[in-house]
């Protein structure tokens, strides 16, 4: 599969505000057969001007693809994610939906604005892990990113 | 997963009756219920997710698996109707096709594919990437049925 051909590591920004969630998400990726480097954004601010490269993130690099918590302090996840899709130097970049909330209205409304995956995190750990890994195998694996 | 019960419903838009047999053979056993339609052109697959004419009974499919060279009408006219079609772009798309083509990746992102996935020429590699999307997308992932 092409993707195991880039000679570059996968960026991935995980944008997530729970320490532990996001501990065992770079934990897992971490193991992951393709190399790939895990940037963390801990709001929804922080999140926008990483992929802007805004300020201090003037350096940041490019991610291929983008975990998004939904709960996120200081800009929502929600709005991210329509800020991402409606930004032309953005929207290619896959954003997967990683999140606690089991809400219809949410799932709904994040395909409408074009999330690329709706997940909801399992509450036990095993699940968790195997729900990232099942994340990182199929868009590091199989998928080719843009 | 909370389908409770009831199968996933999944287009595949596919004019190679090979690849779709083989499809088909993928998803028969896979650990979700589901249900494969297929559509061999994309005139036929707008026909059925618009329910018209002959398709006027079918279900709304929960996933579409999106071939892009296809007769009638392509399938990145596909992807952009779909997508830009209120009642049905909320609907998880993904590409597979043996286009490797660097601008079809680039672009069926900007038209708002979910997801880009080649699909091998060796038959093993086939059916690995075919389990890869059900895994994700039909046990991982949840699907949006509105």
Known sequence: ?146 | MDTGGVPIEILLVEDNPGDARLTREALRDAKVRNNLHVAADGVEALAFLRRQGTHAAVPMPDLILLDLNLPKKDGREVLEDIKQDDQLRHIPVVILTTSQAERDIAESYRLRANAYVTKPVDLEQFLKVVQSIEHFWLEIVKLSKI
């Open chain 1, 1 to 146: 599969m092409s993707p195991g051909a880039r000679a570059a590591p996968i960026e991935v920004l995980l944008v997530e505000d729970n320490p532990d969630d996001a501990a065992l998400t770079v934990r897992a990726l971490e193991r992951a057969k393709l190399r790939n480097r895990v940037r963390l954004a801990v709001s929804g601010v922080e999140a926008l001007a990483i992929l802007r490269r805004e300020g201090q993130y003037g350096g940041a690099a490019r991610p291929d693809l983008i975990l998004l918590d939904l709960d996120l302090p200081a800009k929502d996840g929600r709005e991210v994610l329509v800020e991402i899709k409606a930004d032309d130097d953005l929207r290619h970049i896959p954003v997967v939906v990683v999140t606690g909330s089991q809400a219809p209205a949410d799932l709904v409304q994040s395909y409408r604005q074009h999330a690329n995956a709706y997940v909801t995190k399992p509450v036990d750990t095993k699940a968790f892990l195997e729900a990232v890994n099942s994340i990182e195998q199929f868009w590091l694996q199989i998928v080719r990113l843009p």
